[in-house]
């Protein structure tokens, strides 16, 4: 699996949109890219996976240029209830892979 | 059930007993993974099933921990002689198969809330 570099934290305050750059420089041609969300005491959640360009749901849209060795997470208009440790992944396993999360950015809204 | 579940949500133990956690994921996900989160930190890997069998159980932090899983279904994994630094929260998680249609997302349980006085 492809090594991840993301921030340790980041704050932001309610209403604001927040973007949380991941850095993927070995990233292979079969890798894709998906980020996940903890909150307290909780498992983690699934929020978007993106191959190239742009990927949009519900929650969040995720940005990934061309050469792919970067992506950018970006909520829309955070509330307090984002607060949360966001976790970038390269590689998706369930093909004979492990899956690593590395430590992830801690984002703390403020009102 | 809808969701992977694990067992017990909490257990207290004695330092040197031995416990076992359990885990029930989604019917049908092929992989299922272990991972160990102490407070305020991040995920640990552990191990992971590919069916019944572990590629690779290079995450285990020491003999003291094996796991198993039979069925293609439950798992459970075991830590003997429990020690302080074994207390944390053990997630377990499963996902299908990546696929065209799949995106291979791991569906995480409650995890189990270990605690070794």
């Known amino acids: 699996l492809a090594k991840t570099t993301q921030p340790i934290s980041m704050d932001s305050y309610e209403g604001q949109e927040v973007n949380i750059t991941c850095s993927h420089n070995n990233i292979a041609t079969n890798d894709y890219i998906t980020w996940y969300q903890q909150f307290p005491s909780q498992g983690p959640r699934f929020i978007i996976q993106?191959?190239?360009t742009k990927v949009t749901n519900e929650v969040a849209s995720l940005f990934i240029p061309a050469d792919r060795k970067s992506s950018t997470l970006s909520l829309p208009r955070v509330s307090l209830s984002d607060t949360a440790v966001y976790y970038c992944?390269?590689?998706?396993?369930?093909?004979?892979?492990?899956?690593?999360f590395g430590k992830g950015t801690r984002l703390h809204i403020l009102p | 059930g809808a969701g992977v579940s694990q067992s017990p949500s909490n257990k207290v133990t004695e330092k040197g007993k031995d416990v076992e956690l359990r885990c029930d994921p989604i019917?049908?996900?092929?992989?299922l993974y272990w991972y160990r989160q102490s407070l305020g930190q991040g995920l640990e890997f552990l191990i992971y099933?590919?069916?019944?069998?572990?590629?690779?159980k290079s995450g285990l932090p020491s003999d003291r921990f094996s796991a198993e899983r039979t069925g293609g279904s439950v798992s459970t994994l075991t830590i003997q002689r429990t020690q302080q630094e074994d207390s944390a929260v053990y997630l377990c998680?499963?996902?299908?198969?990546?696929?065209?249609?799949?995106?291979?997302?791991?569906?995480f349980g409650e995890g189990s809330r270990l605690t070794v006085l």
């Open positions: 019917s049908g996900h092929t992989a």
């Open positions: 993106g191959y190239k």
């Open positions: 992944l390269v590689g998706v396993g369930n093909r004979d892979d492990k899956i690593i």
């Open positions: 998680a499963s996902s299908r198969l990546l696929s065209a249609t799949n995106t291979g997302e791991l569906f």
């Open positions: 099933f590919q069916g019944n069998s572990a590629p690779d």
